[in-house]
């Protein structure tokens, strides 16, 4: 399929009905972007967007990225490569473990070339000798910093609110490196506050200045704010609460989380919502930036 047809698509807009929502007297809304594509979803199709409409114009055979083992951007571009059929080459944080996580055999299957490099080798946005020679080793591949992050993937994050057709008062976004929401800050016409939600422990800092490093202008700081206290022990960690959180909203509301991201910022939202963090009569907009392909069984 022709890129720019598939990318030319756009998610639907749902709202929720929950109990502490209503008696928080707020309307609470969710941006559906884990609808997107089953395999290249939320956020990680906004931010291959560009990269993928870009690539498929030069001259490059396919694209070499970096993630963890459960990382959705390594899946997202592995099943980008198998749709489009462009070649992908996914680096490993961490030794080839004896059994392959679900993702990395998914990616596998997909025809993702992988290489692994032991977390010593490997540091976040640090590239080792090793590493930098393995990309460099690939001229004819366009790379994809972990995460993937870059200029393009901005660009697409920015058009989540783009044709949204009301005003929230708040719009609320799970963070990684904040990215995502430093796209949805960029494009921001709406007067909303975007709340984030790390799920990563001690992380704010590093988010801070990557939103703060693209920003259009100086005022757009004061339209968002990080919430901690929501990563529930740092990233990938859980505890039976989040998880009989997620059953519970999942069957009231039929739309699926995980408890990597989505989880734990959409625990956070009613968390608030209980503690009256947002002010009667407040639209409230999350958006999904889908994972599911990490969800737990
Ligand atoms: C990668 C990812 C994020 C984090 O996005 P950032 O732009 O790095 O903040 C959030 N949610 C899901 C589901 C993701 O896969």
Redesign the pocket.
């Known amino acids: 399929m022709d890129p720019l047809l598939f990318f030319s698509s756009n998610s639907p807009l749902q709202k929720v009905f929950l109990p502490e929502i209503s008696e928080a007297e707020l309307q609470l809304f969710i941006k559906r972007d884990?609808l997107l594509h089953p395999g290249i979803?939320?956020?990680?199709w906004r931010?291959l967007k560009y990269n993928i409409i870009n690539l498929k114009t030069s001259d490059k055979d396919g694209i070499i990225t970096l993630g963890g083992a459960f990382?959705?951007?390594l899946h997202?571009v592995a099943v980008a490569g198998d749709h489009f059929g462009f070649h992908t080459i996914g680096i490993v944080r961490g030794e080839k473990p004896a059994s392959l996580s679900g993702t990395l055999r998914l990616c596998e299957e997909l025809g993702m070339k992988l290489y692994y490099f032991s977390r010593t080798e490997y540091r976040k946005k640090l590239l080792s000798r090793e590493i930098i020679d393995l990309v460099n080793f690939h001229p004819n591949f366009l790379y994809i910093p972990e995460?993937?992050?870059n200029e393009l993937?901005k660009k697409g994050?920015e058009e989540i609110l783009t044709d949204l057709d009301f005003q929230p008062d708040f719009v609320c976004?799970?963070?990684?490196?904040?990215?995502?929401?430093?796209?949805m800050l960029n494009a921001e016409k709406l007067r909303s506050k975007i709340i984030?939600f790390p799920?990563l422990k001690g992380a704010e800092k590093s988010?801070i200045l990557?939103i703060e490093s693209g920003l259009r202008s100086e005022e757009l700081k004061k339209s968002y704010s990080l919430v901690s206290g929501y990563h529930f022990g740092g990233y990938a960690k859980y505890n039976a609460e989040l998880l009989n959180f997620i059953l519970q909203f999942e069957k009231l509301t039929q739309i699926p989380l995980?408890q990597?991201?989505?989880g734990k910022?959409m625990y956070g939202i009613i968390d608030l919502a209980k503690k009256g963090f947002f002010k009667k009569g407040s639209k409230i907009l999350a958006i999904?930036?889908?994972?599911?392909q990490?969800r737990l069984p």
């Not at 979803?41 to 990680?44: A, I, T």
């Not at 799970?174 to 796209?183: D, I, R, S, V």
């Open positions: 884990d979803s939320g956020n990680k931010k990382s959705n951007h997202a995460g993937g992050e993937a994050c976004v799970p963070c990684g490196t904040g990215t995502t929401l430093g796209g984030g799920v988010i990557n995980e990597v991201y989505t910022m999904h930036t889908g994972g599911m990490g």
